[in-house]
């Protein structure tokens, strides 16, 4: 008999992007792996439908039920063929899997994913996926990539296969438990409240500066209004994407840097990201910002499929007296802190403070969105790899921010998808040059005053 499954809280996130949205193409990711070794893709083909046993992520189908969305679980799925496509060029796989990429996933009719097996014009050859970002988040993509490979590895030398991934639909039935805990509930309400109330109400700092917030500040005859609907509003949110690359001797010093002093990444991008934003909006404190983070923290959860996306709301409020390290802390703390109420869902997070500062479901305070994927490019070294996510078309968020190391250059690659009609080109391009800037004059000089380095950004 079927069992059908609630979401639970991280999918219940991306589900509001299919509640708040007019269109449908953001709740996938289209995301392809190529690598310069030659292979058999009938292997592939083999591969693919072992890791679809060991990957119950790929098993997993939506449905509604009574009105409510629910899941559940195929005993077993096979695929007999996958599309295979030689390209010319990378200007041809691009549009090619562009537009896939924009094209639903039509997650409500028996469709999970799509599957395409290629070869590049410089002969590296690769897989394609566009999934269900219901089923699947960035590091459950990971996941399946290198498992994928492992298996398939195994079956070319006739190696033992690798270890077992865990099953996502067993996460599923514990992540229930932990989101009905009455107790854990109360304890992130209790943080939510003092932490939403802190500085009073949030202001929101845009990667465009404060035209649209004037704006609407006139419009509404209130000079003090700390939140724009036009940033967020539903038929604005057709999106284009500039990637931005970080050099390779930079990128090492960033790294070692983070390696150096214990500092994640994001927490050292997100600072030098919000500080810019600060800069350009009559220099606030207090800069809002959405982390998207996987909720895997153990061994047990990095070996499982699935989506464990959970959206953090951080709210930094950071006087420009402060130094670069002392910013660095600060994000820190509050980033830890979050980090300890991962269990508490963003939806109910998230009204909280619509109810706390009345604001309506079109109004958002997260200037940006940040992610980001720790591609091991470490433990890919017999093999030229080389990974590329694609446009969705439509994004709700003014701004978000992918940022994993690159395997092609050995730097640093940012992902920016923007919404066009509210952020140009141009605010992203002075986004990314001045943090750069701020980063590296910080690891140089970690006691320069967080007002300084606002004094040196050019818009």
Known sequence: MRTYYDLIPSQQNIYLLVKFSFHKEIVQI?????????????????????????NDSLRLRFKKVDGDIKQYFLEEYHIDSVPTMTFSSDEEMDEYFGKDAVTPVHFLKGEIFRIVFFKRANGNK???????????????????????????????????????????????????????????????????????????????????GPELLEKERKKEKNPNLHVTKAAYAPFNDKALVITRGISAEDSKKILDFCVANNVAPETLFTFAMRTYCSAINYRTEDVFYNLMCSKRVSFKDVRTGGCMAQTLQVRTIIPETDTFQQG??????????????????????????MKMYN???????????????PIPIDRLTDFKFDFKTYN??????????ICYPDPTTNGIMMHYMYRCKVVSEADVNALHDNMVKIIMTGIEHPDTPIGKLMDDVKR
């Open 30 to 54: 289209p995301a392809c792996f190529s690598m310069d070794k030659d292979i058999d893709f009938d292997l592939l083909t083999k591969a693919l439908n072992i890791e679809i046993q060991r």
């Open 126 to 208: 690769g897989v394609y996926l566009n999934c269900s970002h219901l089923a699947i988040d960035a590091m459950g993509m990971l996941v399946f990539f290198l498992d994928l490979l492992g298996v398939y590895k195994a079956l070319l030398t006739g190696e033992e296969m690798p270890e077992p991934l865990y099953s996502y639909e067993e996460y599923i039935v514990k992540e229930l438990e932990r989101s009905h805990d009455e107790k854990r509930l109360a304890k992130g309400q209790k943080f939510y409240q003092e932490y939403f109330a802190k500085g009073g109400e949030p202001f929101y700092a845009g990667v465009h």
């Open 328 to 353: 660095l802390e600060e994000v820190f703390r509050v980033r830890t802190q979050l980090y300890r109420h991962l269990s508490f869902p963003f939806v109910y997070a998230r009204g909280m403070l």
């Open 359 to 373: 604001h309506s479901t079109t109004q958002g305070v997260a200037s940006f969105m940040f992610s980001w994927l």
């Open 392 to 401: 969705l078309g439509r994004y709700f968020n003014p701004l978000y921010a």
